[in-house]
């Protein structure tokens, strides 16, 4: 929604109450989630800003086959899922916390990011992890591939910060490397990063 007014341009942006609870994905207006689909429809705006204002818990039906965050078994698909679409904007949970989440992510050919968040630039803060299960998986050929899970974010990049967060969940890495040479590998796991 544009105005025109003699002054020049003013830009209003409107309330998105079909993807969040609210909000217009400003600083001052925070996309409001709630629900599971709120959380997952932060993929599509990963520079936008961001309030929880519930807690969100999954459930094994969300995981299992046919379920919604199935995956081809892989379930959650982490929020900016590498170095060409990170996650550049701000997530406040206000407090708030994530229940029993699975993220087992894998490749045979691209490094992996698992996480909530996979590859994160921008600013997380406030949100707490709960029971969840974190999994980075590369299997290949190639010597130069990684594995990075964290409770939070696989991995944080260039001025990307994470604060006032926690996870009591598990959080694990592999990669295995097959090759006639031997080179080293490279996993990365922490319980937030």
């Not at 379930?75 to 699975?102: V, Y």
């Not at 707490?128 to 990684?146: E, M």
């Not at 009591?168 to 040479?181: I, K, P």
């Amino acid at each position: 929604l544009i105005m025109v007014f003699p002054a020049g341009v003013i830009t209003v942006s409107a309330e998105n109450t079909t993807e969040f609870l609210g909000g217009a994905g400003t600083e001052e207006s925070p996309y409001l989630i709630s629900t599971k689909d709120h959380l997952n429809n932060v993929r599509k705006y990963l520079d936008a800003h961001f309030l929880m204002v519930a807690d969100i818990e999954f459930t094994d039906t969300d995981f299992a086959e046919g379920g919604e965050f199935y995956n081809d078994g892989q379930g959650w698909e982490p929020i900016g899922t590498d170095e060409s679409s990170p996650f550049t904007g701000t997530f406040d949970g206000d407090g708030h916390a994530i229940a029993r989440l699975i993220c087992h992510r894998s490749s045979k050919s691209n490094s992996v990011y698992a996480g909530v968040f996979g590859y994160n630039k921008g600013r997380i803060r406030n949100l707490g992890i709960i029971d969840g299960d974190i999994f980075a998986k590369s299997v290949s050929i190639f010597s130069n591939l990684n594995a990075y899970a964290g409770g939070i974010v696989g991995f944080n990049a260039g001025y990307g910060t994470i604060s006032n967060c926690y996870n009591t969940g598990s959080v694990n890495a592999l990669v295995f490397y097959s090759s006639s040479r031997i080179d080293f590998f490279r996993t990365h796991a922490g319980g937030i990063v």
